[in-house]
């Protein structure tokens, strides 16, 4: 399977390079990712031509400096083996420096989570962490993986930005497509989408369903889950209207609500005893999750005298609800927790962009947000002595309810300067403020520098300070003292609000073009951090919460290889990287005072530290019909045991497909795709429930067959 590769950082403003990148048709995708000159006027008002140059006058707002980049462009994605019903977060597992966890998780560069995520050029406000995705691959016309020393513009979560570009109205014309997939597990996921314009107006519209009996992973390693179905159903729309030949008006929209059963572990004792019963089938609990996310963001973007900018007024609504199995979850835990979060985020955003002469561009711009976070913990206990042991059969309620407001303000400017043909400098600052559970700041200077030694070989090297908020939406404050004397008292007595991170980013890389069809890149960085985030699951119910290591400190190296000529395209990733943290400073009460004390003297691996990650693939086609492909993901095993401080053995998942068109009589063409996940059924375990903030066991996918069916009308 082809994935489209620019591995190291290109400084937008490298302007030969690339405009010839830009207007060569047969470069391979994903590498002319620059933008074009600013848009003139246009003699008349053409929905598809007017709307194609905003769209380049967008793409130069964001421009790919500073940074390692990985793209993936509609080629790429329907390659993969389950096309656009892909999952966002296996998508970008196949990008160098990323590394799979359960529940869906990601971790770039030894980085937790830390993504932010982008929609034509405009920040989407994070959702509560999950099982299920807010986005959905089949809305993405190309998605750029930007990680390393990004420019001042990028802040907030900056392990890595998802840079998605949306399908348009303008750009596929007018019509639409409806699909289904099913197979393996009890799986269907039927899909459709439409799409068109119609003068100044222009539209893209998508909906999906999916219910599967594998929602989460399996905490055992059998072939079928218990009490593990799923419902899952994403919308998302794009519509922009005209208002001139260099103005128009956007909104876009995203609803997702997504329902999981929590799968069993069969053959547990139970702990405790309730009323008269002790025994209990632990097959049999029934414990569910439900998560929604709903977004809408209006955008004005045009071009005003010199200057392009574009403007956006959005609001995110998130939740997320734990129901437990009341009788079960106290006999195994001591505590059944119905537990509730919710965030409202209304955001600003503003992004200009004006030339300053032959050889610098002056980009600068503001963020605000103010956010609305409700955590409520209904739980029932049981009493119980000072060792903790169980005093009564009979539960008591807590109720812990925690509201908070909390504002984010942001500004930036930074200076793209081509000092000659080949070497370019992007220098930057940015400041940024946070008020919720505490306040904090930072001024954070950035600087790449980039240097096209050859016509094949790219040379960069940059530096950002980054400064990090904590998710509000994740933080949920526990009373400490409501849970002592019962079943659910926690650890320790100690709880520091969560502070905001602070780090130095180091990154260098070389990429080589070697003929005209094989590209070879090498990355390194190195992170020093302060405060280091991280999130854990404590308790019961699978629902993370922050924390902060005192100090931290990340490095790793990427190499990356792609391939595409004639039938064949190929790639292949290699990341090493080694990431650790010292003394907890935040959160004392989720943790043992054994543990916490050995990581107070020494540094530890981060539970999502993996010293090697791997991807690769290749796909052939065989005629203008047919193809097919191969994928693989290798892992040498995340973190376990006491403070982390062994790993899980090394896992490999290949996974195969087969795609044809047909050409039937009446129906016209219809696109068949045929897919084989994890061909050789490996049984792996991505987690023992062991490690800091682990919570459960997890087990990565078994084998399985699935047939999809698309007809575009």
């Not at 391979?28 to 053409?46: F, H, I, S, V, Y």
């Not at 709307?51 to 940074?67: E, I, W, Y």
């Not at 919710?342 to 004006?354: E, G, P």
């Amino acid at each position: 399977m082809r994935r489209t590769l620019l591995a190291l950082a290109l400084t937008a403003a490298l302007a030969s390079a690339a405009h010839a990148r830009q207007t060569d048709p047969a470069a391979p995708a994903g590498q002319g990712a620059e933008p074009a000159p600013p848009p003139g006027k246009a003699t008349q008002l053409d929905a598809v031509q007017v709307s194609g140059t905003l769209d380049l006058a967008r793409n130069g707002l964001s421009p790919d400096t500073g940074s390692s980049e990985y793209v993936f462009d509609r080629k790429s994605i329907q390659q993969l083996p389950l096309g656009d019903a892909t999952p966002l977060n296996d998508l970008l597992l196949q990008a160098p420096g990323v590394v799979q966890d359960s529940f869906g998780e990601l971790h770039v560069r030894g980085d937790h989570g830390n993504l932010q995520y982008r929609i034509n050029g405009i920040i989407i406000p994070e959702s509560i962490s999950g099982f299920g995705q807010t986005l959905d691959t089949r809305t993405i016309d190309s998605v750029r993986l930007l990680t390393g020393a990004l420019p001042a513009q990028y802040g907030y979560r900056t392990a890595g930005v998802v840079d998605i570009t949306t399908k348009s109205g303008a750009q596929q014309g007018n019509g639409g497509s409806v699909g289904v997939l099913g197979g393996s597990f009890g799986a269907l996921n039927p899909g459709a989408e439409w799409y068109g314009s119609d003068g100044r107006l222009t539209w893209y519209l998508t909906a999906n369903y999916l219910q599967s009996d594998i929602g989460i992973e399996n905490p055992t390693p059998s072939r079928n889950a218990i009490h593990d179905r799923t419902h899952q159903t994403k919308a998302f729309g794009y519509l922009s209207y005209l208002l001139n030949d260099t103005t128009r008006l956007g909104f876009m929209f995203g609803i997702t609500d997504n329902r999981f059963e929590i799968p069993n572990n069969p053959d547990q004792r139970p702990v405790f005893v309730y009323g008269d019963i002790n025994d209990f089938d632990s097959a049999t609990l029934d414990e569910r999750q439900r998560e929604k996310t709903r977004f809408g963001i209006a955008s004005l973007q045009g071009r005003l005298g010199g200057t392009d900018y574009q403007v956006a007024l959005g609001q995110r609504y998130t939740s997320v609800d734990f129901t437990p199995d009341v009788i079960g979850d106290l006999m195994f835990n001591g505590v059944a927790s119905d537990v509730g979060r919710s965030n409202r985020a209304n955001t600003l955003q503003a992004d200009l962009s004006t030339p300053l002469g032959e050889n610098h561009t002056l980009r600068y711009g503001i963020y605000a947000s103010q956010e609305r976070a409700v955590s409520v913990n209904d739980a029932l206990v049981f009493p119980a002595d000072a060792d903790g042991n169980q005093t009564s059969t009979i539960p008591i309620r807590i109720v812990d309810d925690n509201r908070k407001i909390g504002h984010l303000y942001g500004a930036y400017v930074q200076d793209e300067w081509q000092l000659s043909d080949r070497l370019t400098a992007n220098f930057g600052v940015r400041a940024d403020k946070v008020s919720a559970f505490i306040e904090e700041g930072q001024v954070s200077p950035r600087f790449g520098l980039v240097y096209q030694a050859t016509d094949s070989t790219t040379l960069h090297a940059g530096f950002a300070r980054y400064f990090t908020p904590p998710p509000t939406e994740l933080i949920a404050p526990a009373d400490i003292a409501l849970f002592q004397g019962t079943t659910n008292q926690l650890p320790g007595n100690v709880n520091t609000d969560v502070k905001s991170e602070r780090s130095s980013y180091y990154d260098v890389g070389v990429q080589q073009q070697v003929g005209a069809h094989l590209t070879l890149g090498l990355d390194a960085y190195y992170r020093e951090v302060k405060h280091l985030q991280d999130e854990g699951q404590f308790g019961a119910a699978l629902v993370f919460s922050p924390f902060n290591y005192a100090r931290g400190r990340a490095r790793g190296a990427e190499f990356t290889v792609s391939y595409a000529g004639g039938p064949w395209t190929a790639y292949f990733n290699l990341t090493s990287s080694r990431a650790m943290g010292k003394r907890i400073e935040s959160g004392q009460y989720n943790f043992d005072a054994d543990e916490l004390a050995y990581i107070a003297a020494h540094w530890v691996h981060l539970d999502h530290d993996q010293k090697l990650a791997s991807s690769g693939g290749f796909t052939y086609a065989i005629d203008e019909s047919t193809r097919i492909g191969a994928d693989y993901v290798y892992g040498s095993g995340l973190r376990k045991d006491f403070a982390n401080t062994a790993s899980l053995p090394s896992y490999f998942q290949l996974d195969l497909s087969l795609t044809h068109g047909f050409d039937l009589p009446r129906i016209g063409r219809l696109d068949a795709r045929l897919s084989l996940i994890n061909a050789f059924d490996r049984v792996y375990q991505l987690r023992d429930g062991s490690g800091i903030g682990v919570g459960a066991p997890q087990f990565g996918p078994r084998r399985g067959v699935y047939l999809g069916l698309q007809k575009a009308f």
